[in-house]
């Protein structure tokens, strides 16, 4: 089995959408990587337009990515990347929600960005928000990715003006876009990990479906479920579950046969007060202790390190991705 790390790189006030971008958290990551030195990991670090703009965060990550300690790839924030011709709302920091050729030049100024900043042309991808479809999927095949991030298995964001992807498993697949069955430019998705403890996904997935559509919903069901270990989703994020959750995850995928465990993040959880999953300083030590204990975890049990690109190695045939 394979581990990728994709970290959403991206400014402290992203969820602002009208305020001007701050990047203090990106000189945070300096620590985090000799963590993930130590490991001989190297992480994918997903680039959004501030993050390639501010010449600061762009030296601390293309020294890193000189080194070869790690990849980067792209993630688009819809919002704050030009040009800006949509109308301001929520549902429009959705790239998805927005139309086709749009969504492309926004698309190809963060490639552009990337390229001039990093002398490189990112091949991996993340959607802010998770906004996400096959439209989209498209507009990056034409710019020459690789392989897609974005999709986050048995989660409906559609309240968020989103996509719903509660029927998605983390099982990474070649998407049907271009030529499919031309494994040197097809596009791979490599769902974020989000799976369950029990061994029927599916079975997992239609329960707490069901729940939700119910009156049910109302009784702390899926808390119950979780609390008396019949249904637990864990995300392989240290955002939200902690490591015992997260190993016991991967032994759940591993199990499962899927070659590729995603960990996902963002880069301002690394900082606390600047999301919800890092309030205290105390929670800003938990995150970074979880992915410690992960990493020891994975180098006990002979799990590869990969970037996220590297995937293509592992998912198709040798020839094709070579
Ligand atoms: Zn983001």
């Not at 020294?63 to 790690?70: A, P, Q, T």
């Not at 960990?263 to 007060?273: I, V």
Request: hydrophobic share 35%; net charge negative.
């Amino acid at each position: 089995m394979h581990l990728a790390i994709t970290i959403d790189t991206e400014e402290d006030n992203w969820s602002n959408y009208e305020s001007k971008p701050v990047l203090s958290n990106i000189s945070k990551l300096l620590e985090l990587q000799q963590m993930f030195d130590r490991y001989g990991v190297r992480p994918t670090y997903l680039v959004s337009y501030p993050v390639a703009t501010d010449k600061e965060s762009v030296s601390i990550l293309r020294k890193i990515m000189e080194d070869g300690r790690c990849e980067i790839g792209a993630h688009i924030h819809a919002w704050n990347t030009p040009p800006f011709e949509e109308d301001k709302s929520v549902k429009n920091t959705m790239l998805f929600n927005l139309e086709k050729e749009l969504q492309y030049r926004k698309l190809e100024s963060l490639h552009e960005k990337i390229f001039e900043s990093f002398r490189i042309s990112p091949v991996s991808f993340r959607s802010g928000r998770w906004g996400f479809d096959r439209t989209v999927a498209e507009n990056i095949h034409r710019l020459g990715y690789r392989v897609d991030t974005s999709v986050s298995p048995y989660l409906n964001w559609e309240s968020y003006h989103g996509p719903d992807f509660s029927d998605r498993s983390p099982r990474p697949e070649v998407l049907p876009v271009g030529d499919p069955s031309d494994l040197d430019s097809c596009l791979l998705e490599v769902p974020a990990t989000i799976g369950f403890l029990q061994s029927n996904y599916e079975f997992c997935n239609a329960c707490l479906k069901t729940i939700s559509g119910s009156a049910l919903r109302h009784f702390r069901l899926v808390g119950i479920l979780d609390k008396l270990n019949i249904v637990n989703k864990v995300w392989l994020s240290p955002e939200s579950d902690n490591s015992d959750k997260m190993i016991a995850l991967a032994e759940s995928i591993r199990k499962k046969g899927y070659p590729i465990l995603n960990m996902f993040f963002h880069s301002p959880s690394l900082t606390h007060g600047l999301t919800h999953f890092t309030k205290t300083s105390e929670e800003e030590k938990e995150l970074t202790r979880r992915v410690d204990q992960f990493l020891q975890y994975m180098e006990r049990s002979s799990i590869q390190s990969i970037t996220i690109s590297e995937s293509l190695n592992v998912c198709l045939p040798k020839t094709a991705a070579s």
